[in-house]
């Protein structure tokens, strides 16, 4: 896929990282503001946007250096 | 803008950080179409992606499309009915043919440098045969097109509360956008994209009611303290073989000579090697090795889409709830729409209802993007395949057959606009006129198990011959067709068409597709061996034993698609076991 210039792993990256950031940085808004407690939503003390979201930022971040335009590889 | 997006009641209500989910994605698909336009000015470039993507964009490419979001809720939908039968669907009724298209089909498609399934039959049988399935295809594929943006548009309507025309013009317009600029690779680059939104947005549900639950076995307590208590209606939900002996055994109304043969294989191998929808993303690989390993690839994650589709459907059963704190009872639709106003929902909304449950705002909006993606990789799919067909099979042969290579890419894009306008009539029709919906859906089935039975026997026979080809096909279509009308004019057919007084509507389709391509191939045969064959020189590069195979350059075993065939074959009899 390299003659295409950017890879399709590398847009994946991109947007795993913007979703990642975004529910991490709910999730721990929440967490830290207590609003999880009045949440509508089942489970909700096991903080599953800070973990989802971390776990999205972090293959994020992997595919987007992995695949950066001008990395060959 | 609001006021024309939503109209109506709904199950979730979205954050603004859920919109803001939703919004980027399309920005991203948009962008990613803009991006690749660059790369779409020669039609191998357009149709075909330049035959450049890797096995595993391929293969990644080659099950999204197949994974609309249709399929998503209503598979969970059919889970939360049917219990674990349904993963019969994804196992016996696609892991077979999918390693079956890449390690015996796959070369002869591949090696042959055609450009599409009619174009392998105008190659093997010649053009009438060719433009038969051509036209066949590039009808059913809008309409099917417009009848699965409907349902989307109606399934957002119900757990969104968004207008039905915002939802079919918003995103019938983007993947419009998208294919025309970027072609096949812009299709192909959104379906990997969407495949791992769907699993990004859909993998948590299942995980968080395990956790709920007590993990499987808990979930099993749970579930047979509900069947014991009558809170559930009786049946084995967890086990696929062990109630197939009789077709009165299990709701589906099944014997497993209809799930090994007809869905195992008339049904199957039919749409995995045959419907070009799917068969189009493994040509577009970059070597014959790709494009066996792609489909083999893609069987494993098809082999775990059951725990995003079918294990969240049989979890609904024991922990969605009612606001009261009592287990909610979902219904069949037709008893939702008799029951105005009563507050009950239907089987196709148990994967909403249990997001709606375990998602909070931001994942809340990935998991509707998931739906969402869903849909519009289905879409992508259907046009560029429709595109592809109409400009190759049907423009260049029929209606202009020597212009240059840029009018050729110039037709594609207008007419990966016009199939999705025709796609956007489609659905409209079926707004208006719902009965339409299932005639639409018997009708797609009418033309893929006939066409399987023509390339089985044209590729592995060299006998066959053009006019086999041709009555084959044309017979096991009306076959199918007759025997539908059959059943519709007197349900009491059924005991004949589906060998028991006890069979159901899904039986009904296995054992139809079954009669279908026994037919095809036996008219084809009788026909062939009637009429003169082509010389074997002919036949090089399309049948088995007059094509020389290329050889592979040796690779290390983690790289050889026969070991991974190997695998997935094992995986897939451990699955069925472990579940019989």
Known sequence: MHNTGISIWFFIGVLLIIYGAMILGYGTFEWYSGAWRTSNVILSELHAPVWWGGLLLALGLFYGVRFRPGRNG | ?580
């Open chain 2, 1 to 580: 803008m609001g006021a024309l997006a939503l109209n109506a009641p709904s199950l979730a209500h979205l954050s603004l950080l859920d919109l803001a989910v939703i919004a980027i994605y399309f920005v991203i698909v948009i962008w990613i179409g803009f991006y690749l336009k660059s790369k779409a000015n020669t039609s191998e470039e357009f149709f075909m992606a330049g035959r450049e993507m890797t096995a595993w964009i391929a293969g990644l490419s080659f099950v999204s499309a197949n994974l609309g979001s249709l399929e998503l809720m209503g598979w969970a939908g059919s889970a939360y009915q049917y219990g674990i039968l349904a993963a019969h669907w994804y196992w016996v009724g696609a892991i077979p043919a999918m390693l079956f298209l890449g390690m015996v089909m796959m070369p002869f498609y591949y090696v042959c440098k055609t450009h599409s399934v009619p174009g392998y039959l105008k190659l093997r049988y010649g053009q009438g045969s060719s433009t038969v399935a051509a036209v066949s295809f590039a009808f059913m594929t809008v309409l099917m097109s417009g009848v699965n943006m409907f349902a989307m548009a109606e399934v957002m309507k119900i757990v969104l509360g968004w207008n039905l025309y915002f939802s079919i013009i918003v995103s019938s317009l983007a993947v419009a956008a998208y294919v025309a600029l970027g072609g096949l690779r812009s299709a192909i680059f959104n379906e990997v994209l969407q495949f791992v939104l769907i699993w990004g947005g859909a993998l948590l549900v299942p995980i968080l009611g395990l956790i709920e639950t007590g993990g499987w076995s808990g979930f099993k307590a749970r579930l047979a303290h509900n069947i014991q208590t009558g809170l559930v209606p009786a049946g084995d939900y967890t086990h696929m073989w062990r109630s197939m002996g009789h077709f009165a055994d299990n709701p589906m109304g099944i014997h497993w000579t209809g799930i090994v043969f007809g869905l195992g294989f008339a049904i199957s191998f039919g749409y995995w090697t045959t419907d070009f929808l799917v068969v189009q993303r493994v040509l577009a690989a970059n070597s014959l090795r790709s494009a066996r390993l792609a489909p083999v690839i893609g069987s494993f994650f098809k082999m775990a889409v059951p725990f995003i589709v079918i294990l969240p459907g049989l979890l609904g059963l024991v922990v969605l709830q009612n606001a009261d704190g009592s287990l909610m009872h979902l219904v069949g639709e037709n008893v939702v729409a008799a029951n105005p106003g009563a507050g009950l929902h239907s089987y196709n909304e148990v994967l909403p209802l249990m997001m709606v449950r375990y998602l909070g705002p931001g994942l809340l909006g990935l998991g509707i993007t998931a739906l969402i993606a869903g849909f519009m990789s289905g879409m992508a799919g259907n046009v560029s395949a429709f595109t592809a067909i109409f400009t190759y099979d049907i423009y260049q042969p029929h209606i202009v057959k020597h212009a240059r290579d840029e009018h050729y890419v110039l037709v594609g894009r207008w007419v990966t606009v016009i199939g999705v306008f025709i796609s956007i009539g489609a659905a409209l029709l079926v707004m208006n006129a719902a009965g339409i919906m299932d005639y639409v859906q018997a009708l797609f089935s009418f033309f893929i198990s006939p066409l399987l039975g023509v390339v089985l026997l044209g590729m592995f026979w060299k006998r066959a011959t053009k006019a086999g080809g041709f009555w084959g096909l044309l017979i096991g279509t009306l076959t199918s067709i007759g025997l539908w009308a059959w059943v519709k004019a007197d349900p009491s057919a059924l005991r004949y068409v589906a060998i028991s007084p006890d069979a159901k509507d899904m039986a009904e389709n296995m054992y139809r597709a079954l009669w279908s391509v026994s037919t095809s191939v036996g008219v084809n045969v009788i026909v062939s061996l009637c009429t003169k064959p082509r010389p074997v020189s002919e036949l090089a590069g399309v049948v088995y034993g007059a094509t020389p195979l290329p050889t592979e350059e040796p690779v290390p075993i983690y790289k050889n698609e026969w070991f991974w065939t190997a695998i997935a074959i094992v995986i897939f009899l451990a699955l069925n076991i472990y579940f019989w």
